[in-house]
T-cell receptor, first 114, second 114 residues
Framework: KNQVEQSPQSLIILEGKNCTLQ??????????LRWYKQDTGRGPVSLTI?????NTKSNGRYTATLDADTKQSSLHITASQLSDSASYIC?????????????FGDGTTLTVKP | GAVVSQHPSRVICKSGTSVKIECRSL??????MFWYRQFPKQSLMLMAT?????????EQGVEKDKFLINHASLTLSTLTVTSAHPEDSSFYIC??????????FGSGTRLTVV
C-alpha cells in the first residue's frame, strides 16, 4: 500500500530560526514528489516539485531534498518568518497513465512565534 | 503560472438543499480535475477524479449520487452536494493538472450545512 509519512506532526519555532520537515514514502514506482504549503482555510500552494533524478530544489527560503534510494525527502525552511506558519504537505505520485492517484501525507503544522 | 479559481469560498446552506461548487482553470486546459474533502487538522482526501467529457471516477466510500460531478468543458468542473446534511459540512478543494507534473489547487470552499 502506498504511504506517505510526515514528521514531526507539529513544530513550533522562533522567528528567524531554521527548521527541517521530513517526508518518508513507500509509493512505487515513483514519479514525483511535491511539497505544498497550506494556510488555514486556503487551498495548498505548490512550493517544489521533484522527479526521480533531482536531489535538491529551492524556492526562495524553501529547499527540498530527495533521496529516491531511501525514499526520503526533506523541506528546509531558512530564516523563518511569521507568515511561514502553515501546514506543509508532502504529496507523492506514482507512474500511472493519468497520474491521478497521488498519496498525501498528513502534513506538518508549523507555528512560527515572534 | 497555472491558476485555478474555485467559487464560492464560503457557503452556508440549509439541510436538504443542494450546493454547487465551481472549479475553473483560468490559463490552461485541464482534461482532468480532482475533488478533495478536508476535515479540520487532517490531510486532503480524494473524493473523485473528474474527466472532461466523461463520467467521474469516485473513490471508494464516496456516494456518486450525493456528490455530483460535471466536467463539461476543458476549463470547468463542478461539484454539487445534493440534499446536504450537517455531516457534509467540510472544506472542499479542487485541483487540476497544469504544466509538467504540477497540480494546482483551488482556494477551497468552506461548506456549512445548518
Amino acid at each position: 500500500k502506498n504511504q506517505v509519512e510526515q514528521s514531526p506532526q507539529s513544530l513550533i519555532i522562533l522567528e528567524g530560526k531554521n527548521c527541517t520537515l521530513q517526508c518518508n514514502y513507500t509509493v512505487s514506482p515513483f514519479s514525483n514528489l511535491r511539497w505544498y504549503k497550506q494556510d488555514t482555510g486556503r487551498g495548498p500552494v505548490s512550493l517544489t516539485i521533484m522527479t526521480f533524478s533531482e536531489n535538491t530544489k529551492s524556492n526562495g527560503r524553501y529547499t527540498a531534498t530527495l533521496d529516491a534510494d531511501t525514499k526520503q525527502s526533506s523541506l528546509h525552511i531558512t530564516a523563518s518568518q511569521l507568515s511561514d506558519s502553515a501546514s506543509y504537505i508532502c504529496v507523492v505520485s506514482p507512474i500511472l497513465t493519468n497520474a491521478g492517484k497521488s498519496t498525501f501525507g498528513d502534513g506538518t503544522t508549523l507555528t512560527v512565534k515572534p | 503560472g497555472a491558476v485555478v479559481s474555485q467559487h464560492p469560498s464560503r457557503v452556508i446552506c440549509k439541510s436538504g438543499t443542494s450546493v454547487k461548487i465551481e472549479c475553473r482553470s483560468l490559463d490552461f486546459q485541464a482534461t482532468t480535475m480532482f475533488w478533495y474533502r478536508q476535515f479540520p487538522k487532517q490531510s486532503l482526501m480524494l473524493m473523485a477524479t473528474s474527466n472532461e467529457g466523461s463520467k467521474a471516477t469516485y473513490e471508494q466510500g464516496v456516494e456518486k449520487d450525493k456528490f455530483l460531478i460535471n466536467h463539461a468543458s476543458l476549463t470547468l468542473s463542478t461539484l454539487t452536494v445534493t440534499s446536504a446534511h450537517p455531516e457534509d459540512s467540510s472544506f472542499y478543494i479542487c485541483s487540476a493538472k497544469g504544466g509538467n507534473y504540477g497540480y494546482t489547487f483551488g482556494s477551497g470552499t468552506r461548506l456549512t450545512v445548518v
